[in-house]
């Protein structure tokens, strides 16, 4: 048996009428398989961690998350506008817990905020020591619930931890 009798038969019209059901599977599930892996790359998140936030940090210059930081500290200037002194401490609540969020994710070790300042000098954070004295306003907050908070503690409070999410490259 030589090459050009192996192809004659490879080619021949019984073998491949024999071939076409198993054909028509294998299509059929190459077909599957690619839908399920588009579905993969635009319906899951793995894409957009894997490929989509550093083409886009690549394209602005900045982490992928400032977008939303921005949105958020929208929302935390709002509440100020409402009037009502829950609120001015909430905005507080959630400026503190935006910092500490920020600093996690550039990578200060630590459980809390207070412990991710720790090690900050005031040339990341040119108002590093103001920071601190709001982080304890903030812990008054939380653990006195009769602590009184003006707008304009709250206003000063804010700029403060805007001026450091500033400085961190957070806007």
């Given at each position: 048996?030589?090459?050009s ?27 599957v ?100 004295k ?38």
């Amino acid at each position: 048996m030589n090459i050009s009798d192996v192809i004659s038969y490879l080619i021949s019209p019984s073998l491949q009428e024999k071939l076409l059901p198993i054909r028509i599977i294998f299509i059929f599930f190459a077909v599957v398989f690619l839908g399920g892996t588009i579905w993969f790359f635009f319906y899951t998140t793995w894409f957009k961690k894997i490929f989509w936030q550093d083409f886009m940090e690549i394209l602005r210059y900045k982490p992928y998350w400032i977008k939303k930081t921005a949105g958020k500290w929208h929302k935390i200037t709002e509440r100020l506008k409402k009037g009502q002194e829950n609120e001015y401490k909430l905005a507080f609540i959630e400026a503190d817990e935006m910092l500490d969020n920020s600093l996690e994710k550039m990578g200060y070790q630590g459980a809390s905020l207070g412990q991710r300042l720790e090690p900050i000098k005031a040339e990341t954070i040119s108002n590093i020591e103001d920071v601190w004295k709001a982080h304890k306003i903030k812990n008054n907050i939380v653990h006195d619930p009769n602590y009184k908070l003006t707008l304009d503690q709250a206003e000063k409070a804010l700029n403060i931890y805007e001026k450091a999410l500033h400085e961190l490259g957070m806007f």
